[in-house]
């Protein structure tokens, strides 16, 4: 068991590991144990740990100008919402920076009541969108397991994810958006698809409805393209994105529409932190990185490399896209994900008991790949029971 502290409040379950350092895709104790991380804590570490470029950024941002809030205008913000517009799908062009994923939900199932007028949300089966009051009201299962407030902020209606036809008949003139994750992570890697992604889009237009895509976990290359609206190639009126945004600095973005952006007036929206200096000089690089340094085909081919190296042992199929995938094994998932910790290697669970999940850092090569297949094979089902 990982050491309690008296002081924390410990609602986190903990595995018996406490990283000190890092440098690529490994994290390393005090006493010099390295752990190849394949899950990037929270899919959050997209260029791995110690990148030199993010460190300079953060440095030389922090040196110049440590914080200032939206109440001024920074140069350095300005930079980073063009650089995140002419990174995300066309037609989505304007951006309003926040810091996390929930904050980035929020806002956008928000603003999708405000400017329609209309009431109702609707999500889908297994979904998972954060722990804030709405973001948390679209979250399958929350009201049951964890919500703990007395009633949700609006009505929400909860669709099939693998039925198109029932998801549409939800989708109706009270319906103010319909929120998806293109692969929903927490779920299991469950890939959406892009026949079901382009019915929803159907779904929303015949209704007068908007589409929010949900990529704080899929977005910023974790797909093998920028976003999973690009590789899906559905159009969405408002896109969410955190996680890899800041590859492990606190951040997130909401990004729409002008359309949608000329609905919203100043004080409709706020935020202390979000768009600050040193999240604006780590978002421009982030992107810089990815774009200058082959990322995206990087996760494409190593992708590959995991569905063609990694179906062995106890994993009897994969699931997801790009470097969010799911491990499907015989046996349980925790049992596999404390037996590849001894053998260290960094995985995941999920909500689905018998899928692993993925979630390494965009620069892993074939040598890392190579690691996770021989710990594979070296376990059997019987041992992990």
């Known amino acids: 068991m990982a050491e309690t502290h008296a002081r924390l409040i410990e609602v986190y379950p ?13 994290l390393e104790d005090a006493a010099g144990r390295r752990v190849l991380d394949f899950y990037g804590g929270h899919a959050v570490a997209a260029l791995g740990y110690g990148h030199p470029r993010l460190a300079a950024a953060l440095t030389e941002q922090a040196k110049r100008l440590f914080f200032q809030s939206t109440a001024v205008k920074l140069a350095v913000r300005n930079t980073a919402a ?30 999708a009541i405000r400017a329609t007028g209309r009431s109702k949300i609707v999500a ?13 009201a679209v979250t399958w299962g929350a009201r049951e397991r964890w919500y703990g407030f007395p009633r949700t902020p609006m009505d929400i209606a909860f669709a099939p994810r693998d039925d198109a036809s029932a998801l549409a008949a939800l989708v109706d003139a009270d319906t103010a958006a319909v929120i998806a994750e293109p692969v929903q992570g927490q779920a299991g890697a469950y890939d959406l698809g892009a026949e079901y992604l382009t019915a929803a889009r159907a779904a929303c237009d015949a209704a007068g409805a908007l589409l929010i895509l949900d ?25 969410t994105t955190a996680k890899g945004l800041g590859a492990g600095f606190p951040c997130g973005a909401v990004i729409m529409t002008e359309d949608l952006a000329s609905t919203l007036k100043a004080g409709d929206l706020g935020t202390t932190f979000g768009g600050g200096p ?11 990185t990815i774009e200058s340094d082959g990322v995206l085909a990087n996760v494409r081919a ?13 994993i009897e199929s994969i699931s997801g896209a790009g470097l ?40 892993i090569d074939a040598i890392h790949v190579e690691k996770l297949a021989e710990a594979l094979k070296e376990l059997d089902d019987e041992s992990l029971q």
Do not use: W
């Not at 889908?124 to 948390?136: K, T, V």
């Open 14 to 26: 903990t595995l018996p590991f406490e990283p000190v350092r890092g440098s690529g895709a490994y």
């Open 82 to 111: 063009e650089r995140l517009a002419a990174f995300a799908p066309a037609g989505l062009d304007r951006v309003f920076f926040v810091n996390s994923g929930a904050e980035a939900n929020e806002n956008a199932l928000r603003i």
């Open 124 to 136: 889908l089966e297994h979904s998972f969108h954060g722990r804030s009051a709405a973001a948390s």
């Open 215 to 239: 990529e704080v976990q899929t977005g910023v290359g974790r797909l093998g393209e920028p976003f999973g609206a690009d590789l899906y190639d559905v159009r969405a009126d408002v896109l």
């Open 278 to 288: 040193l999240a604006c000089a780590v978002i421009e690089t982030v992107i810089d």
């Open 302 to 314: 190593m992708s590959s490399l995991i569905r063609e190296q990694c179906c062995v042992g106890p």
């Open 324 to 363: 969010l995938l799911g491990l499907k094994s015989r046996v349980k998932a925790a049992c596999l994900r404390d037996a590849l910790l001894e053998r260290n290697v960094l995985v995941g669970t999920s909500a689905d008991p018998n899928v692993v999940r993925l979630l390494p850092p965009l620069i």
